[in-house]
């Protein structure tokens, strides 16, 4: 069944485009992560302009991560806490980042930006949690425990100031690093479509130390305000949300963010990692072949806005 996208201005398959959007849900709810390095890449592939599918993925990953998050709050497994924090960060990185993609955008380099960047991004991030994942399941089955953490150890940026205490996290900490690091989330969020999950999980878990438990359920939380706030900010500057699009996204994502919710509690924290990982570097593979090979056409001529 066709619909037509008067935004992209293209006829997609509505079947194709609300499977996508289940699967992207479930894999957001498994995660805790928005689902946009996925889903932005997918919609680029099926035909949808790259400024149009990272426009308006934002609407598809906050309907997400607003189903994750409930269903974590309702299992007291969300640190509100510590998400405020993450989500004034966010909301900045987010305004910075739409900034920079209406100027790519302007000037004709967005699709190059948004290739490269996936590339040397969701790569480097990948192997590093593959490699950590593989050496923690290795561990897991000779019986060995990783090496503790000393007391009264602790790193230079847990002592910056403006500290604050997260009891449901457990943690005691300054607030600038996480601030920092959820600027630059909702940067690259805005620039790329993404929710910036992949990125904010591990984060969380391998920097700041927080619980497995609560991080899922927190990133969705943060999650959820910047992808808000990058739709209204797209929507505003660019023109580029297309809605008969987004609302497609946002009933399939819906209902399969509920079953990777439940579907995440199952699983071990290594495995977890683990699938993770081979996810995000599956995603950067597929956009290395295309910088790599040789393209159908060989040139293209296309409109770009000049200042006046």
Request: charged content about 10%; glycine content about 12%; overall charge positive.
């Amino acid at each position: 069944m066709q619909i037509y996208l008067p935004i992209a201005e293209l006829p997609v398959d509505m079947l194709l485009v609300l499977g996508l959007g289940a699967a992207v849900g479930f894999i957001s709810g498994l995660f805790g992560v928005g689902g946009g390095f996925l889903l932005t890449p997918l919609l680029i592939f099926i035909g949808i302009p790259p400024a149009v599918a990272v426009a308006t993925q934002g609407p598809q990953i906050a309907a997400s991560s607003l189903t994750g998050s409930l269903h974590y709050w309702r299992r007291r497994a969300l640190d509100f806490k510590l998400g405020s924090v993450l989500i004034v960060g966010g909301i900045f990185g987010t305004l910075l980042g739409v900034l920079f993609f209406n100027q790519m955008r302007r000037i004709g380099q967005l699709e190059t930006v948004i290739a490269i960047s996936y590339v040397v991004l969701l790569g480097g991030i990948g192997l590093l949690i593959f490699l950590e994942s593989s050496r923690a399941l290795a561990r897991s089955h000779s019986g060995k425990t990783p090496p503790a953490r000393r007391a009264g150890r602790h790193q230079w940026y847990e002592g910056l100031p403006f500290k604050m205490r997260f009891h449901r996290s457990g943690l005691y900490l300054s607030i600038i690093p996480l601030l920092v690091i959820s600027v630059f989330i909702g940067f690259v969020g805005a620039v790329l479509g993404i929710g910036g999950g992949f990125i904010l999980v591990p984060a969380l878990i391998y920097i700041f130390r927080v619980p497995s438990n609560v991080v899922v359920g927190t990133s969705l939380f943060q999650i959820l305000f910047s992808m808000i706030a990058a739709t209204i900010l797209h929507a505003v500057s660019s023109h580029a949300v297309d809605m008969f699009l987004a609302i497609l996204l946002i009933i399939g994502g819906v209902f399969g963010a509920q079953f990777g919710a439940r579907t995440g509690a199952k699983l071990r924290s290594e495995i977890f990692r683990l699938l993770l990982a081979m996810l995000i570097l599956a995603v950067a593979a597929r956009f290395a072949s295309d910088i790599v090979t040789r393209p159908a056409e060989l040139f293209s001529v296309t409109a770009t806005e000049t200042a006046r």
